[in-house]
C-alpha cells in the first residue's frame, strides 16, 4: 500500500484540479513504474504557508514579494 505525501507552498494558483492532477500524476507514476494497483495508492497533499517555507535564508513570502516588486 505505497503512500505519497506531496508538500506544496499554499498559494493562489493551486486550484482543486490542480491538487486532483498531482494526486492523479503521483498514482499512476506508482502503476507505471512499480506495477501498483492504482486503488493501492494513498496520495496526501500538505500545503505550507508560505511564511513557513524557506529557501535559501528567506521566506518564499519574502521572495514571492521580491519577484513582484522587479
Do not use: C, F
Not at 21 to 32: F, K, P, R, V
Not at 35 to 60: A, F, L, R
Request: proline letters at 4%.
Amino acid at each position: 500500500m505505497p503512500y505519497v505525501n506531496i508538500r506544496i507552498t499554499k498559494e493562489k494558483n493551486v486550484t482543486p484540479e490542480k491538487k486532483r492532477q498531482l494526486i492523479e500524476g503521483a498514482t499512476n507514476l506508482l502503476h507505471d513504474v512499480l506495477g501498483k494497483h492504482p486503488k493501492s495508492v494513498h496520495v496526501t497533499i500538505d500545503e505550507v504557508e508560505t511564511d513557513n517555507w524557506g529557501v535559501g535564508g528567506v521566506s518564499v513570502t519574502e521572495l514571492l514579494e521580491r519577484q513582484q516588486s522587479k
